[in-house]
């Protein structure tokens, strides 16, 4: 793995390979080992339902897109196409809140805690409103080598 060079700027766009609908935040920074991602929580984000805010299980979707600025910053500073990963899954998930409220501005830390050859990383992340953690997780996500073959579709 070679060392992140700091002090790069990015937008979501270049580091998510989210389409619009599903870039769900608004803000992306990095450090050596973690990727950082902010949002607002607004009436008419998606997910949310106009009224309380944004369901606490959306917070999973929320860290994967924090691993993926990590995993984002990466592959554009070696110079490479940023490639889709997957959550494979998480060891606990636990939101001290039901809802991301209305208003609330969410920032999202996903930090690398553990890296294997295959293309499988361990990140522990948290959510946090201000100083307060809302919700905390360890996430195992994996990046293929070429999504297609690992999904069984054809090039096209």
């Known amino acids: 793995m070679t060392a992140l060079r700091l002090g790069e700027t990015y937008t979501p766009q270049q580091v998510l390979p989210h389409g619009l609908a599903m870039l769900l935040v608004e803000e992306v ?16 984000s998606t997910f949310c339902d106009g009224v309380d ?3 606490a299980w959306v917070g999973i979707e929320y860290m994967a897109q924090a691993i993926s600025v990590f995993s984002g910053v990466e592959q554009l500073q070696r110079d490479e196409a940023i490639k889709i990963g997957l959550l494979i899954g998480t060891r606990r998930y ?48 994996y990046r293929p080598n070429d999504i297609r073959a690992f999904l069984g579709t054809a090039a096209q």
Do not use: H, W
């Open 53 to 55: 805010g944004v369901p």
């Open 94 to 141: 636990e939101s001290e809140v039901p809802v991301f409220t209305i208003g609330s501005k969410l920032n999202i830390i996903a930090r690398l805690s553990d890296r294997e050859d295959e293309g499988i990383s361990m990140f522990a992340c948290e959510i946090r409103d201000d100083q307060r953690v809302l919700a905390r997780g360890d996430i195992k996500a």
């Open 29 to 44: 920074s990095y450090g050596l080992d973690y990727g950082q991602a902010a949002l607002t929580i607004r009436a008419d």
